[in-house]
């Protein structure tokens, strides 16, 4: 025998959640399409440069600069981290 307190949830509620299905799958959609499936003519060279070409963009020496500092700090934390939670005899715990 089913408890008392337990109903079916009202069947309005289902409208707003096919509403919003509809539109989240047919009518938002339909507004994202190209104004002219034919391609443009491209620009010459890269667009991110002043035109010298396709190359690299930013400064490659500064990147690598920064991933070699975040792997020291990582090394000398997780250095750290052993030394601090080593017990009495240097063995890190089990």
């Known amino acids: 025998m089913p408890c008392p307190d337990r109903r079916k949830p009202p069947a309005r509620h289902a409208l707003p959640a096919v509403a919003l299905a509809w539109l989240t799958t047919v009518a938002l959609p339909a507004i994202a399409f190209a104004a002219e499936p034919s391609?443009?003519?491209?620009?010459?060279?890269d667009p991110r440069s002043a035109g010298e070409g396709p190359g690299l963009v930013g400064d490659p020496g500064w990147a690598i600069a920064i991933v070699v500092a975040i792997a020291l700090v990582?090394?000398?934390?997780?250095?750290?981290?052993?030394?601090?939670t080593a017990?009495?005899?240097?063995?890190?715990?089990a």
């Open 39 to 45: 391609p443009s003519q491209g620009a010459a060279g």
């Open 87 to 93: 017990d009495g005899r240097g063995e890190p715990p």
């Open 74 to 84: 990582t090394l000398l934390a997780s250095l750290a981290y052993v030394r601090l």
